[in-house]
């Protein structure tokens, strides 16, 4: 069974542009989060999706956006990038319908914003 | 607001030394308390769930233990194999509803 896929693995970005980060979910999984890890805040919640619905929202700017395709498939966009920005950002899954925290992670995408 | 702490930051072990990572918490109303390892350059890998005070899980070299405020990984006769950062999450039923992860203890395990 495959695990949660992320892409790109890398990137390299200037302030001031925007990415957009992808995760294809584990088969079966309906539901999706976003976490950024950097090392000086640890791991933080961004969003969760569930069945293309925003369920749950943590602290981020407006910059910071997803949405989750019919097929559970994930995005996130960072706009207006800055260099705080730069981090490990991971994208989890589960099968629970309910938000859970048994989560299978991906093995991130790593944003570096120069 | 939720909240975890955990400590120490950072530990040393040799190998067969075993020792304990504390995990202390606040929360409104656990849901569930989760532990998960983090090799580098890797996601979290999902290692137990503890749901009430008093309940245990095992596997190999570690066990997880619950009190009302903290949570303990017991690390027995540990290898070089176990060294990682291990992470500890709560959620609770407040209105956040979301996992709120502990900064980590990363553990070596010398040969």
């Known amino acids: 069974k495959a695990g949660v896929t992320q892409t790109p693995r890398y990137l390299i970005k200037t302030r001031g542009q925007q990415v957009t980060l992808s995760c294809s979910p584990i088969s079966g999984h309906r539901s999706v989060s976003w976490y950024q890890q950097t090392p000086g805040q640890g791991l933080q919640f961004l969003f969760e999706y569930f069945s293309e619905t925003q369920r749950n929202k943590g602290n981020f700017p407006g910059r910071f956006s997803g949405r989750q395709f019919s097929n559970s498939r994930s995005e996130m966009n960072v706009s207006t990038l800055e260099l705080g920005d730069s981090a490990l950002y991971l994208c989890?899954?589960?099968?629970?319908?309910?938000?859970?925290?048994?989560?299978?992670f991906g093995e991130g995408s790593r944003l570096t914003v120069l | 607001e939720d909240q975890v702490t955990q400590s120490p930051e950072a530990l040393r072990l040799q190998e067969g030394e075993s020792s304990s990572l504390n995990c202390s918490y606040t929360?409104?109303?656990?849901?569930?308390l989760f532990w998960y390892r983090q090799d580098p350059g890797k996601g979290p890998e999902f290692l137990f769930t503890?749901?009430?005070a008093g309940e245990e899980k095992e596997k190999e070299r570690l066990k997880a233990t619950l009190t009302k405020k903290e949570s303990f990984l017991h690390i027995t006769a540990p290898k070089p194999e176990d060294s990682a950062t291990y992470l500890c999450?709560?959620?609770?039923?407040?209105?956040?509803?979301?996992?709120?992860f502990g900064s980590g203890t990363q553990l070596t395990v010398l040969p």
């Open positions: 989890a899954s589960s099968f629970s319908g309910r938000s859970s925290g048994e989560l299978f």
């Open positions: 503890l749901y009430s």
């Open positions: 929360v409104s109303g656990l849901r569930g």
């Open positions: 999450a709560v959620l609770g039923s407040g209105s956040a509803r979301q996992l709120t």
